[in-house]
């Protein structure tokens, strides 16, 4: 465990991260991407939520990444970080694929 108390691990395809929480956030925690947590991984990157002065903050390897006022912004912001860490991991995939596949057809030509 961190220093915040609460740490899941977790593996989508082959990225992995860590998102630890604070005892207020555990709860939050527990239910984003909870189908895809898993028992021992070596992590790519490491996520934390932290409750401080009636903000909600997102940190991504130590670095602050969004401080909101409610919980339902929070979670989205959690999501979009792992959605985006996850997509970022995934760039050597789409380094071969041709640019019309990746956009609509009147961009592409």
Known sequence: MGVY??????????????LEADAQLRDLAEVVYSDTRVACSDT?????????????????????????GDLSTLFQEVEWALTEAAMA?????????????????????
């Open 89 to 109: 991991g995934l760039g050597h995939f789409f380094r071969y694929m041709p640019v019309s596949f990746l956009l609509p057809t009147e961009l592409a030509s």
């Open 44 to 68: 790519s990157v490491h996520f934390a939520l932290e409750c401080r002065e009636d903000k909600f903050i997102l940190y991504r390897d130590a670095a602050e990444v969004a401080a909101v």
């Open 5 to 18: 108390g609460w740490k899941g691990l977790y593996r989508i395809a082959d990225f992995s991260f860590a």
